[in-house]
């Protein structure tokens, strides 16, 4: 059975920005997972899709998505840079500053920002990918510096072959904006989430963000 996709409930302060971003940015028409299989193909380095799409993977549950975000780790950037070739432009974000990331600027701005991705100047964006600072090749969560580990316990494999982010840890990440759309993530996912699962993301929740609303809410039960 087919389900319908679930729009975004977006606030009118979401709704300005998303607009005012297309203004200065430019047009989003992202890929979906299968889209950015294609792109990877070949690409002998780790990545895996974070975000909404990660949450989808898990539940099943079928929701709107704004973007696509992928992440691999730091170190492999230049690979990724050198498996594009000319066929996509990549561009290093960080805070709003765009400078390309190509051959003569080898680098991104900061390991820990965004590299944007689409085909020229005249096509919209389609890939959001957030590299992962690494450790020595470990995976390095973004908002808790102590936190290091084997891609392995990060992460894990649908059955279509696809690596994606762990539900807590992508739920983690979404807690410190807790918009309406991280509060549907997370509505949907806690009641599948196992209790070592759930343990780690209300302790990590409550250790970042004391007094967030969802230790009190959805993670109290």
């Given at each position: 059975m087919t389900h319908e996709r679930e729009p975004l409930h977006r606030t009118a302060e979401e709704v300005a920005e998303d607009e005012r971003f297309f203004r200065w940015y430019g047009e989003w028409d992202p890929l979906d997972p299968d889209g950015v299989v294609a792109m990877m193909a070949g690409f002998e380095r780790p990545w895996w899709i974070v975000g909404g799409w990660s949450i989808e993977a898990f539940t099943g549950v079928p929701r709107e998505h704004e973007d696509v975000d992928v992440s691999l780790l730091g170190c492999d950037l230049t690979a990724f840079r050198e498996h594009v070739g000319d066929a996509w432009h990549l561009w290093s974000n960080h805070g709003g500053t765009l400078r390309p990331f190509d051959?003569?600027?080898?680098?991104?701005?900061?390991?820990?920002?965004?590299?944007?991705?689409?085909?020229?100047?005249?096509?919209?964006?389609?890939?959001?990918?957030?590299?992962?600072?690494?450790?020595?090749?470990?995976?390095?969560?973004?908002?808790?510096?102590?936190?290091?580990?084997?891609?392995?316990?990060?992460?894990?494999?649908?059955?279509?072959?696809?690596?994606?982010?762990?539900?807590?840890?992508?739920?983690?990440?979404?807690?410190?904006?807790?918009?309406?759309?991280?509060?549907?993530?997370?509505?949907?996912?806690?009641?599948?989430?196992?209790?070592?699962?759930?343990?780690?993301?209300?302790?990590?929740?409550?250790?970042?963000?004391?007094?967030?609303?969802?230790?009190?809410?959805?993670?109290?039960?």
């Open positions: 051959d003569r600027h080898p680098e991104v701005l900061d390991v820990g920002s965004q590299v944007w991705i689409r085909r020229s100047a005249r096509d919209p964006w389609v890939v959001d990918m957030v590299p992962t600072p690494d450790r020595d090749g470990l995976w390095t969560n973004k908002r808790d510096p102590d936190h290091v580990a084997p891609l392995e316990d990060v992460t894990w494999v649908a059955d279509t072959g696809v690596r994606y982010q762990r539900p807590e840890v992508t739920l983690l990440y979404k807690a410190r904006l807790a918009r309406p759309k991280d509060d549907r993530d997370l509505a949907v996912t806690w009641p599948l989430l196992g209790a070592d699962a759930r343990a780690w993301l209300r302790e990590a929740v409550a250790r970042l963000h004391p007094g967030h609303p969802w230790l009190d809410g959805t993670m109290a039960g």
